[in-house]
């Protein structure tokens, strides 16, 4: 894959052997620093950076404690601040985990592809790559959108190299575990690491008609073979999970059959996420999966050609909706005290206050944007917007007034295909 070419990947090893591996950018780690944590920190020169303080390791108790602690928070609220947009949606600054793309583009490593790692069967080398990717991630204040660790089951679904479960969900777990504990040990260094999001949550086995598809599946096999990675994500304290854009309908045990959206699932997200692997982060959306899209537009919460009803999603376990307030548009007040005490117990478990230092960056541009460099030279008095997205019912100058995802200080070509160009001043 070329969009991997920056960092050689390691070749495959025994399980805990150490492999020679370079540091990004091309800086060798010193000799005798190789595997250390602090080694790796000073080889990216990232050791100097003030953190709030050490992580200390997972465990229910340290969960139950930043509970209580998210719930004092959220209590001295009214309610129409816990129902706000502010929780609901379009909100954090947030880049895509160990690939590149429009957003990070001339500002971040290539790192191996997570498929990559997994080949490796070296979780040693995993915690290394997950220590790394914390410092690239923690001192921009930049939300980070993995670890990617659905179990393959199709070789031709498109994403596999983003994932770090290959075809076995016990090595994905295995691995997910080492790359939770490294992303807390990094705060023994002076990194405070990002917000993690696991994804994509769940049975997104393929990318082919991926918004309107679903997932037939029975209770014992999402236990057994999709739920693993997750569970060892929830075990070592990951902040929020993306819900999948396809459909599940989970055929027996506790669930109810309905067929739903994967962000409005009470079977998935309420009865397994929460009840039963005892998730207390934030349930963040996949870009736009709340979209009602031909062929699934009368499943649960849908009509056609609109946005899963808010109610339906709020209660069925869905926290943050995005990249843009549509489901979710001025807020909800079903479950909003709840669903606002997810999401500060997501910023809490990463060593982070929503209200103090915030993902969101320094303020400029659009909330919630995935933004680019926007304190650089526009060029061509112009921007790309990424969302919303081009359609017949939407003009060119309507997406660019109220676009919320852009990049600016880039070549107008680099849009092409991408975006829609927007010239001239911001909306």
Known sequence: DSSHVGTRAPGASCVGRRSSFRAPLGRAVPHGMAMTLAGVLAALGLSGHVAFGELAPFTPAVSDKLWQEAGDIVSGMSPGEQASERYACATGNWGDS????????????????????????????????????????GPAN???????????????????????????????????????RAYREVSRHGVTPPLQVAKHFIANSIENSRTSITAHVDERTLFEVYYPPFVAAVEGGVSAIMCSYNLVQCTSGRC?????????????????????????????????????????????????GAYVAADVAA????????????????????????????????????????????????????????????????????????WPQKGPSITTAEICRTCTSKTVGQPREWCHGAGTWCAGDDP
């Open 256 to 304: 109810s059959g309905v067929r739903a959206y994967a962000c409005a699932n009470d079977d998935v997200l309420n009865k397994h996420l929460r009840d039963i692997m005892g998730f207390r982060g934030m349930v963040m959306s996949d870009w736009d999966a709340t979209k009602c899209q031909p062929g699934a537009d009368h499943s649960e919460g849908c009509r056609p």
């Open 315 to 386: 209660a069925a376990g869905l926290d943050l909706e995005m990249p843009a307030c549509q489901t979710f548009r001025g807020g909800s007040h079903v479950n909003a005290e709840q669903r606002a005490r997810h999401t500060e117990w997501a910023y809490l478990a990463a060593g982070r206050r929503m209200g103090g230092r915030r993902l969101s960056g320094d303020g400029k541009g659009p909330r919630g944007a995935l933004r680019g460099n926007s304190t650089g030279r526009r060029l061509d008095g112009g921007f790309c917007c990424y």
């Open 142 to 180: 930049r939300g980070q959108l993995g670890p990617g660790m659905n179990v393959a089951r199709f070789a031709w679904n498109g994403r596999l190299g983003e994932y770090h479960s290959g075809e076995d969900p016990h090595l994905g777990a295995k691995f997910i575990e080492a790359m939770m």
């Open 98 to 137: 160990g690939i590149l793309d429009q957003w990070d583009q001339g500002r971040s490593p290539c790192w191996p592809s997570s498929l990559n790692m997994a080949a490796s069967w070296d979780v040693e080398l995993m915690a290394r790559w997950a220590s790394e990717t914390a410092a690239e991630f």
